[in-house]
């Protein structure tokens, strides 16, 4: 059975950098679409991120555009999220999930991951 093992948070001030790591294990990574949630105390989960499984495009939220960086290393069944210039609001947790392809509203039908919690704050 597949599996998701997301990694990389923490705390960091304001203006910081953060870099998590999603590893997969039981499938073969190089066919799913990868994407980023996040769920802030008190709030809906919120799409992030997506990375197709075969083309690797790309796609963000308005919220992280020009901040946060997906990309993937098939060869290690990993997929890394980069966020810079990191705001208070970007306090969540934060989960990674597959898919066959990366969705209009970012929802994941596929397996998701335990989280890792990002705490932004000075």
């Known amino acids: 059975q597949g599996q998701l093992v997301e990694s990389g948070g923490g705390l960091v001030q304001p203006g910081g950098s953060l870099r998590l790591a999603c590893v997969a294990s039981g499938f073969t990574l190089d066919y799913y679409a990868i994407v980023w949630l996040r769920q802030a105390p008190g709030k809906d989960v919120e799409g992030v991120s997506c990375?197709?499984?075969?083309?690797?495009?790309?796609h963000y939220a308005d919220s992280v555009k020009g901040r946060f960086t997906i990309s993937r290393i098939n060869a290690k069944k990993t997929v890394y999220l980069q966020m810079n210039n990191l705001k208070p609001e970007d306090t969540a947790i934060y989960y990674c999930?597959?898919?066959?392809?990366?969705?209009?509203?970012?929802?994941?039908?596929?397996?998701w991951g335990r989280g890792t919690q990002v705490i932004v704050s000075s």
């Open positions: 990375i197709g499984g075969g083309d690797g495009r790309t």
């Open positions: 999930a597959a898919d066959n392809f990366c969705r209009d509203n970012f929802a994941a039908r596929g397996t």
